[in-house]
């Protein structure tokens, strides 16, 4: 599995900046979709970054084209969440893989 880094853009027709995110349409469906991303070891780590407008999932998958049919079943895709970049991250540094030493 390669580790991809994901850039997304809050940027949807439906998507309301005057809105809390908990509070915009399909906040829970969103919400259980991206829980279960993470269950499933897909998502590592991900969040907004500071102008909360992006959003920055680092994930592992097979290829570019993977991350873009697994985010297209977001029900938030494309209608709050735009996907913008999708690029392989090499990972040289990971304090989880240091096993206890």
């Known amino acids: ?11 949807g027709p439906s998507y309301d900046p005057a809105l809390p995110l908990e509070e915009q349409s399909g906040w829970s469906e969103h919400a259980a979709f991206m829980d279960d991303l993470v269950d499933s070891g897909f998502v590592v780590l991900g969040g907004p970054l500071a102008d909360e407008h992006r959003v920055v999932l680092a994930v592992e998958a097979e290829s570019d084209d993977a991350v873009r ?11 709050h969440l735009v996907v913008d970049t999708v690029e392989p991250w090499t990972v040289r540094l990971d ?3 240091r096993g206890g030493a």
Do not use: K
């Not at 390669?2 to 853009?9: E, I, M, N, R």
């Not at 049919?69 to 938030?76: E, H, I, S």
């Open 1 to 11: 599995m390669s580790v991809f880094l994901v850039t997304l853009h809050r940027s």
């Open 69 to 79: 049919r697994t985010l297209a079943a977001d029900p938030w895709h494309p209608s």
């Open 95 to 97: 304090s989880r893989r």
